[in-house]
């Protein structure tokens, strides 16, 4: 009954993990290792590089690999490991790796390696694409980290490029907006190359990001944004002044200039703020030039007084020019050119195959026509075109239950709240089950971030049914990738190789990889903030609308938690809509929410320990019943879109517990303890809904074949389908053919073949006119 929401959401400052390629969960990027014998491939400076691939064992991510050649199917985990060793005679301490399949897997890595040793580096991924050929891997190491030489002694050479229109500057934050600008060219920064460039009209730019929204900044270096260009990044005025790009050159001598003209600082209010940054595509040299920096009286804000100015490798680490100084006068140029440093490198090579089977289905939908009584047979055709093995089946979808008992009440609740009374909710009904397991033989596999106190939070998968059964994806120990500030979470489609999840402490939404835990930051959905400490609890997706909701609660004194809102957040730009305030009849602290296959959003509330419905359009809630219990701290609901269950990750009386709720009458049923009986959140359930055909729902229609495979270019397979007229009325009929199979694009979800079966009866008029003759 207490709104308890669990501290360390709200208190831990984790830094997240770097968007690409990810290296063995819980593992240090870098391994010192022994080595049994050097590796074949030396350059002439001493380095060695070894790269091997095969399978990932789920059971180690952080295994090597022993092969150097794989050959493996779209979706599969596969590892590469790359180990270097050092045979030279200096020391070195700065690491880039890339390959021709990842692009930069790593780039000025932090780690000693002394002559004689060796690290070794393991990315464990899933097969995205077919493709085939040599990896080709290069290694680089140098003694010192990657610096640029500054000069600040030559004239300026102001490039105007005002007469090019003026970027739309349509994204990041509304209190300071970002454009996402692709170069003509490509330069190296600090070791990583890119064209592309997120710039802020906060006077930054964010160096190869995918995701475009530049905050401002009183610290340098920023641990909000990576690699960072910051000529004067200081608070603009977002309504004045405009930024605009210009290239100039040949290609192999280049220029792409990006001009801020006629900015006005916010505060002090102050015009008069013309400045460029010049990236040189010969010399990957970058150019600040400072045209006009204020109104020139000398008072605060003028010459970047406010500003900070320089540039940044790393959220911590950078090289700074200026800091709240005066020094960023009109006419001076600030030249930064990479340091000449002495590198080593080395480049070897790996083999992969990497395919997959296409499902070929080359008739869509099924339509048929047959009198009363008659019985009917059309083709079903399937193929293969891929080039690995395709297997599939169809026709039969056996159901799952389990058994379940009670959960034992609590006294009434002290508010006085009452089931009797309340408003009706309708039940849908459920779907029928099919085997859309991802995880051995895991009979409902789910996903959730699992608490142990004195440990961390760990993002596990586990079985629902059975939720002593789990595996641990990545763990947090309090030193990253905060974990423990994940709310809430979905998996969106049918897709369950990533999961979409909320940072409720630094209003993040990542797409995560469900194999390693690797997070890909989307944007930043901020709150409306209509009440004060407003903060995300839950997330779901809709799959009536496709729309990812979540709501947040709000927290005031020794009051707790006692308001919560509605939101619709955009999945591409992290952008949140504000439905609106939750209104419950009284405080409200919703920990989370769930859709049903037909799109109907419940919610659990744990201030007053009950299940509601909401509205989505108006974020209006209807009370279904109590819980029975005292519920508290971490809690979590999802539907089994395959069954229609309903799901309840608990907490109450100080143990963790796995049960079901009615969505009529919100009666819980426990299946059992969770992992350690501790508290779990941010539960997704790994099933899909579908609208598939079982033999009890469409009596008049079989298969006579409902299973087979197809070896690469093997020809197409003909299976007859018998409609069947014999206890039919007249009129027409729809039933739903799902194809299952092994083919990536259907992984979790089947295909789906529409059935009409149209049933006629006599011709009456017919009749009519041969009994007049």
């Not at 006085?416 to 099919?434: E, I, K, Y």
Request: aromatic share 8%.
């Amino acid at each position: 009954m207490h709104a308890v929401l669990r501290t360390a959401v709200l208190l831990s400052l984790a830094a997240a993990a770097p968007s690409g390629p990810a290296h063995a969960a819980g593992a240090a990027a870098l391994e010192h290792v022994s080595v049994p014998r050097t590796p074949a491939t030396c350059s002439a400076e001493g380095l060695c590089l070894e790269v091997t691939v095969g399978p990932a064992d789920p059971a180690d991510f952080g295994a090597c690999a022993t092969t150097t050649s794989v050959t493996a199917t779209v979706g599969d985990p596969v590892s590469w490991c790359y180990t270097l060793t050092n045979q030279s005679n200096q020391t070195l301490a700065w690491h880039s790796l890339s390959d021709s399949l990842h692009g930069t897997v790593f780039a000025q890595q932090a780690e000693t390696l002394g002559p004689g040793q060796s690290l070794r580096h393991v990315l464990v991924e899933r097969a995205a694409a077919a493709a085939a050929g040599p990896l080709q891997a290069s290694w680089s190491a140098s003694a010192e980290q990657a610096r640029y030489d500054v000069d600040d002694t030559q004239p300026m050479n102001y490039v105007d490029a005002s007469g090019e229109p003026a970027l739309p500057m349509t994204g990041g934050f509304a209190s300071g907006r970002s454009q996402a600008v692709q170069l003509p060219f490509a330069f190296d920064f600090f070791g990583v190359t890119t064209d592309r460039l997120c710039v802020g009209k906060n006077g930054a730019i964010e160096v190869g990001s995918s995701v475009c929204a530049v905050p401002g900044s009183m610290l340098f270096p920023s641990p909000y944004l990576n690699a960072v260009i910051a000529p004067v990044w200081m608070s603009f005025d977002s309504s004045r002044g405009s930024l605009h790009t210009k290239t100039l050159g040949e290609p192999g001598q280049r220029r792409f200039v990006i001009e801020w003209k006629d900015l006005a600082l916010t505060f002090p209010a102050m015009e008069g703020y013309t400045f460029e940054v010049v990236i040189e595509e010969a010399t990957g040299a970058v150019v600040f030039q400072y045209l006009s920096t204020g109104s020139g009286d000398g008072s605060w804000g003028n010459a970047g007084d406010g500003a900070v100015s320089g540039l940044q490798q790393s959220p911590s680490s950078g090289q700074m020019y200026s800091q709240f100084a005066p020094t960023l006068t009109p006419g001076k140029a600030v030249r930064w050119t990479p340091a000449v440093q002495p590198r080593h490198s080395v480049a070897t090579t790996a083999d992969y195959d990497i395919g997959a089977p296409r499902l070929l289905l080359p008739i869509p939908a099924m339509t048929a026509f047959a009198g009363i009584g008659i019985s009917i047979q059309q083709p079903l055709v399937i193929g293969n075109t891929g080039n690995r093995t395709l297997d599939w089946t169809a026709g039969e979808y056996p159901a799952a239950g389990s058994a379940l008992r009670r959960l034992a009440p609590l006294p009434a609740a002290a508010d006085g709240r009452a089931d009797a009374g309340r408003a009706t909710v309708q039940r849908t009904s459920p779907l029928p089950s099919r085997p859309a397991q991802t995880l051995g033989d895991w009979t409902l596999p789910a996903y959730a971030m699992h608490l142990i106190p004195g440990t961390g939070v760990s993002f596990v998968d586990f079985d629902l049914r059975n939720p002593v059964n789990r595996r641990t994806i990545m763990t947090d120990t309090g030193q990253g990738p905060g974990l423990d500030n994940i709310s809430g979470g979905d998996f969106v489609g049918d897709d369950f190789a990533v999961q979409y999840q909320l940072d409720t402490l630094m209003d993040r939404l990542y797409r995560v990889d469900t194999l390693t835990g690797a997070r890909t930051l989307i944007g930043w959905p901020t709150a409306a903030n209509t009440v004060a400490n407003e903060r995300w609890s839950g997330a779901a997706w809709d799959p009536a609308t496709d729309t990812f909701f979540a709501v947040t609660t709000a927290n005031l004194g020794n009051q707790g938690c006692y308001w919560s809102g509605l939101y619709t957040i955009d999945l591409d730009t992290a952008q949140a809509h504000f439905v609106g305030p939750v209104d419950t009849g009284g405080n409200e602290c919703l920990i989370d929410i769930a859709f049903d296959q037909s799109g109907a959003l419940y919610a659990l509330d744990i201030r007053t320990d009950a299940l509601f419905t909401i509205d989505k359009a108006t974020a209006q809630a209807t009370r279904i019943g109590g819980l029975g219990v005292d519920a508290n701290f971490a809690q979590s609901i999802k539907f089994d879109r395959a069954s229609g269950i309903l799901y309840w990750l608990g907490y109450a009386q100080g143990v963790g517990f796995v049960a079901t709720l009615d969505p009529l009458t919100a009666q819980p049923a426990v299946v059992g303890p969770t992992p350690d009986s501790q508290e779990m959140s941010v539960l997704a359930i790994a099933t899909a809904g579908t609208d598939c055909s079982t033999p009890q729902d469409v009596p008049w229609l079989s298969l006579q074949t409902s299973a087979g495979s197809f070896a690469p270019g093997a020809p197409v397979g003909v299976y007859p389908v018998t409609f069947d007229a014999t206890h039919l009325a007249a009129g027409e009929y729809h039933a739903t053919i799902c194809v299952f199979s092994n083919d990536p694009t259907y992984r979790a979800k089947p295909a789906a073949i529409p059935v009409t079966f149209t049933v006629q009866a006599p011709d009456a008029i017919f009749a009519d006119a041969f009994e007049t003759r």
